[in-house]
């Protein structure tokens, strides 16, 4: 059973960075850098969606919500079996739990990373 750990977020002013990262493990079934991956956010009373998302292999391509669009970077160290999320410019309106996982979400959702932007 994979599992997906989340980390490094936290609180921060409007305008400001956070890189998010996500760690994979228990991969047993498949390498890792085969599957698409997305990072997903929730915010209180919202369902969650999809900000961003990086092609399999590689990751040479990417595509991000229109909301976080030229203020998010998603990337992948396959190696590590880990996604990143760097997120500049920060708004109040990204305060949500961001998660990552596949681009179809067949595997376990982890913990989530809470992101609380200030204004």
């Known amino acids: 059973q994979v599992q997906l750990v989340e980390s490094g977020g936290g609180l921060v002013q409007a305008g400001g960075s956070l890189r998010l990262s996500c760690a994979a493990s228990r991969t047993i079934f498949s390498p890792f850098s085969i599957n698409a991956m997305g990072w997903y956010r929730q915010a209180p009373g919202k369902q969650r969606e999809l900000v961003a998302a990086i092609t399999s292999g590689s990751g040479g391509g990417t595509d991000y919500a229109d909301s976080v669009k030229g203020r998010f970077t998603i990337s992948r160290d396959n190696a590590k079996k880990t996604v990143y999320l760097q997120m500049d410019s920060l708004k109040p309106d990204d305060t949500a739990v961001y998660y990552c996982?596949?681009?179809?979400?067949?595997?376990?959702w982890g913990q989530g990373t809470q992101v609380t932007v200030s204004s």
């Open positions: 996982n596949t681009r179809t979400t067949n595997w376990p």
